[in-house]
C-alpha cells in the first residue's frame, strides 16, 4: 500500500446524511472478481440520468471538482453493507479521504484497508466544510489536523491505523508475524 | 468483583492478543463464513502472497448473492456471464484451498445466514464473520458475530485472526408480551426507529427482556439480523434452553457427553448480575404495533396505522432535508396513511426473514385468500432445507394458489444482483432490511414489514394491518 502522510486538495461535498454503500456503489456492480475499475460505478444511481448521461448538477460531475481527494459528507457515511467496493470504487476515482461528523464502522475499517482516510470533525468544522463546497483543505495525519483557511481542527486516528496508513504498512503482513501467538492460541484453546 | 457481559466473555475467550494503545486486539474467528461475492479478491491476495488457508475446516462456503432463484433446472443455467463467472470461480477457490462448499447442487445450499445456523455451526460463545453485515444475524445464539470486508476475509483465510478494537456495549431491553400480530421484525424496526440508523455505532448491542427471552430462535436470528441497521457492529442474545433445543436437533452440534459439557459452558455465558454496559435503551413491548418503513433507511419506520411524516414539522436541518429527500423518492405525500398505499410487488425472503416459521407466518395468512389483481408475489425460501420442510407441510402449495411465486433459495430481491429485482418506479413492501434508494432494483421504493404485514399487503393490494385479517 502506498503512504499516506499528507493531503491537500479541494473538498467536494455530498451534503445528504446517511449516505449508505448501495448509492456509493448499487450491488448490480458488486459481481465483479477484481478490485480495480469500479470508479465509473461510484455513485453511480446519483451521478448518471436513465440514459446513461451524467447529471450536471450532482457535486462529483461540476468540473470544478474534477481532480479533487476529499469527499465531504453528511453525518453517518458508509452506513449498511460491507462491500469493500465502496471504497475501492471511491479510491478509484482519486479520493484519498471522507470527512464527515462520523463515519459506519464498517466501511471506515474497510477504508483503511485501502489508503482512504477516514476523518470525522466535529459539528461545528463539519457544517463548516459542508458550506463551503470547493475550498481547499489540508489533512496531515503526522499531527492528525484538518486544516483550512482560519480553521485548524484535530481529528481522531487509532495509532496503529495512523502507523499502518504513513507507513503502508498492509494489516495481513502484521497478521502473518502474530502466527507463534495465534499456534499457541489454537493449543490452548484444544487444551480446554 | 464486577460481573461480566455476554460479550466480554465471548470477546476475551477469543484474544490471541490483548489490544494495546499502539494496537488493535488481535482476536481469533471459530467459524468464517463465505459467499461468491466478497471472497474473490481475498482468495486472489492469498495467490499473490503464495499463502495457504491457515484453517480450511474453520471456513464454510456457500451461494447466496448472485444466483437465480428460478424454479427448476434454470437456476444452474445463469444467464448472467458476470455472475456466472463469480461462482465459478468460487467453485474453484474452494477446490484449491480444500474449503467446504454448498455449491447449487447442494441439499445445505442456502443464505449464508440461513444455513450456519441450520446446519448447527452456529453455535453459544463462538466468533463468527462473514463478508457480509448481516453476519450479526448468528449473535441470536450468544455467538459474537460480525460483518468483515474482503481484505479481512483474505486475514481470516491466511491467519484465522482479525484485528479489532473492542467494542462498547448497549443493553436494548424489551420487557413486556408482544401483543398478537406483533412480530420480531416489528420489535426490530421498532428499536431501530428509536435508536436511529447510526445511534448503534461503535457498539455491540445486548438484547435483554422478558420479550426477548419469549422469542423463539429464528424470531431471535430476524432481531439480530437487523443490529447493523441501527449500525451496531453486532447483536447478540444470550443462549438459554430456546437456543439448547434449537441446537440439539442440528447435525453440526456436539452429540453424547460433548453436548451435556457444551450445554454446560453455555449455560455460563448469560450476562452475570453487577455486570454493566456502556448504554442502555428500554423498550415497552407490550406497547409495539406492527412496524413499517416510509422512507430510505431502516429507521424511518412507524407503526403501520400512522401517516408520512412532515417534514415542516422536523426542527432540525439535516434531519428535515433527508426526510424531504427520502418522501421525494417514494413519492409519498406528508400526512398520506401507510395503511392503503398501493404496491406492485410482495417480496417474502432474505436473511431477515426466510426461515419456516416467517413461512408458516406468510401462509397463515395467504391461506385460501387470493393475490391482488396486479401484484406479484415472491416467497423464496431461505435455504434448501427450508423449502423441503416447507412443501412438507404445503406451503408451496398454499402460496401457489393465492398466486404467488415459489422459488430457489438466495438472497433474491433483498440486493437485487440476481435480476429478480422492482423496475424503476415500482413499489415493494418486502420483509428484508435495507429500503435504501434502489437497493430492490434502481427507482425501486421499498418499505420494510413483517411476513405477516408483507403477506396481507399481497392479498389485498395495498400496505395492511394483518391483525384485520386475521381477526
Keep these: 500500500m502506498e503512504p499516506v502522510r499528507r493531503i491537500v486538495s479541494r473538498t467536494v461535498v455530498l451534503p445528504q446524511r446517511d449516505v449508505d454503500t448501495d448509492q456509493i456503489i448499487p450491488a448490480r456492480y458488486l459481481k465483479v472478481t477484481q478490485r480495480a475499475g469500479l470508479s465509473d460505478a461510484l455513485f453511480a444511481d446519483w451521478r448518471y440520468d436513465k440514459d446513461g448521461r451524467e447529471r450536471p448538477d450532482f457535486p462529483l460531475n461540476q468540473p470544478k471538482t474534477k481532480g479533487a481527494q476529499v469527499l465531504v459528507a453528511g453525518d453517518n457515511f458508509g452506513c449498511g453493507s460491507s462491500r469493500e467496493h465502496a471504497p475501492w470504487a471511491l479510491r478509484d476515482f482519486g479520493f484519498r479521504a471522507v470527512v464527515s461528523s462520523s463515519i459506519a464502522d464498517i466501511f471506515r475499517s474497510n477504508a483503511l484497508k485501502n489508503g482512504l482516510v477516514p476523518v470525522v470533525v466535529d459539528r461545528d468544522a463539519h457544517e463548516r466544510l459542508l458550506a463551503t463546497p470547493g475550498i481547499e483543505v489540508t489533512i496531515d495525519l503526522e499531527t492528525r489536523t484538518l486544516s483550512t483557511e482560519g480553521m485548524r481542527v484535530s481529528f481522531p486516528l487509532d495509532p496503529f491505523a495512523r502507523h499502518c496508513l504513513?507507513?503502508?504498512?498492509?494489516?495481513?503482513?502484521?497478521?502473518?508475524?502474530?502466527?507463534?501467538?495465534?499456534?499457541?492460541?489454537?493449543?490452548?484453546?484444544?487444551?480446554? | 468483583m464486577k460481573g461480566r457481559t455476554l460479550f466480554q466473555k465471548v470477546w476475551e475467550a477469543h484474544v490471541v492478543r490483548p489490544e494495546t494503545v499502539d494496537a488493535p486486539a488481535v482476536l481469533y474467528v471459530d467459524l468464517h463464513l463465505v459467499h461468491?461475492?466478497?471472497?474473490?479478491?481475498?482468495?486472489?491476495?492469498?495467490?499473490?502472497?503464495?499463502?495457504?488457508?491457515?484453517?480450511?475446516?474453520?471456513?464454510?462456503?456457500?451461494m447466496d448473492h448472485s444466483i437465480p432463484t428460478t424454479p427448476g433446472a434454470a437456476r444452474f443455467a445463469i444467464a448472467d456471464a458476470q455472475a456466472a463467472a463469480q461462482v465459478r470461480r468460487l467453485e474453484q477457490n474452494c477446490a484449491e484451498f480444500g474449503i467446504e462448499l454448498h455449491g447449487l447442487d447442494s441439499q445445505h445450499q442456502g443464505i449464508v445466514h440461513v444455513i450456519g445456523p441450520e446446519l448447527g455451526l452456529t453455535q453459544p460463545g463462538r466468533t463468527i464473520v462473514c463478508g457480509d453485515s448481516h453476519t450479526s444475524t448468528h449473535g441470536a445464539f450468544g455467538a459474537l458475530a460480525f460483518g468483515i470486508g474482503t481484505s479481512e476475509v483474505a486475514h481470516v483465510l491466511a491467519t484465522q485472526c482479525v484485528l479489532q478494537r473492542r467494542p462498547r456495549t448497549l443493553e436494548v431491553r424489551v420487557d413486556g408480551r408482544l401483543r398478537p400480530g406483533v412480530t420480531a421484525k416489528?420489535?426490530?424496526?421498532?428499536?431501530?426507529?428509536?435508536?436511529?440508523?447510526?445511534?448503534?455505532a461503535g457498539h455491540v448491542i445486548e438484547f435483554t427482556g422478558s420479550a426477548v427471552r419469549a422469542l423463539s430462535m429464528e424470531q431471535r436470528m430476524t432481531v439480530c439480523n437487523m443490529s447493523i441497521e441501527a449500525g451496531a457492529r453486532a447483536g447478540m442474545i444470550a443462549p438459554d434452553d430456546t437456543t439448547f433445543e434449537y441446537l440439539s436437533k442440528k447435525p453440526r452440534a456436539p452429540k453424547g457427553a460433548d453436548w451435556d459439557k457444551a450445554v454446560a459452558r453455555w449455560r455460563a455465558l448469560s450476562t452475570e448480575e453487577g455486570a454493566t454496559y456502556d448504554r442502555s435503551v428500554a423498550i415497552d413491548g407490550s406497547a409495539l404495533e406492527p412496524m413499517v418503513t416510509y422512507g430510505t433507511n431502516p429507521g424511518m419506520a412507524l407503526p403501520v396505522g400512522s401517516r408520512v411524516p412532515d417534514p415542516a414539522e422536523v426542527p432540525d436541518s439535516a434531519a428535515r432535508a433527508s426526510l424531504e429527500k427520502a418522501l421525494r423518492y417514494m413519492d409519498l405525500r406528508p400526512g398520506q396513511p401507510l395503511v392503503g398505499q398501493r404496491v406492485d410487488v410482495v417480496f417474502i425472503g432474505s436473511c431477515t426473514n426466510s426461515r419456516i416459521e416467517d413461512l408458516r407466518s406468510a401462509a397463515s395468512v395467504m391461506r385460501g385468500r387470493k393475490v391482488a389483481p396486479g401484484v406479484r408475489v415472491l416467497v423464496v425460501p431461505g435455504s434448501q432445507r427450508v423449502k423441503q420442510d416447507a412443501e412438507l407441510e404445503g406451503l408451496?402449495?398454499?402460496?401457489?394458489?393465492?398466486g404467488a411465486e415459489w422459488r430457489e433459495p438466495g438472497c433474491s430481491m433483498c440486493i437485487a444482483m440476481n435480476g429478480d429485482q422492482l423496475a424503476p418506479g415500482q413499489y415493494a413492501v418486502s420483509t428484508s432490511n435495507r429500503n435504501f434508494e434502489g437497493r430492490q432494483g434502481k427507482g425501486g421504493r421499498t418499505f420494510l414489514?413483517?411476513?405477516?404485514?408483507?403477506?396481507a399487503t399481497a392479498v389485498t393490494g395495498r400496505i395492511a394491518d394483518a391483525r384485520e385479517l386475521l381477526r
Design chain 2, 449 to 455: 414489514a413483517s411476513p405477516l404485514t408483507a403477506a
Design chain 2, 36 to 62: 461468491e461475492v466478497t471472497s474473490p479478491q481475498a482468495f486472489d491476495v492469498l495467490r499473490e502472497r503464495g499463502l495457504p488457508v491457515r484453517r480450511p475446516e474453520r471456513t464454510v462456503a456457500t
Design chain 1, 166 to 192: 504513513m507507513n503502508g504498512v498492509d494489516e495481513l503482513g502484521y497478521l502473518l508475524a502474530q502466527s507463534n501467538a495465534i499456534a499457541e492460541y489454537e493449543e490452548d484453546a484444544c487444551a480446554r
Design chain 2, 396 to 402: 408451496d402449495r398454499i402460496f401457489t394458489a393465492a
Design chain 2, 186 to 200: 416489528d420489535l426490530i424496526l421498532a428499536v431501530i426507529a428509536r435508536v436511529g440508523v447510526g445511534g448503534g
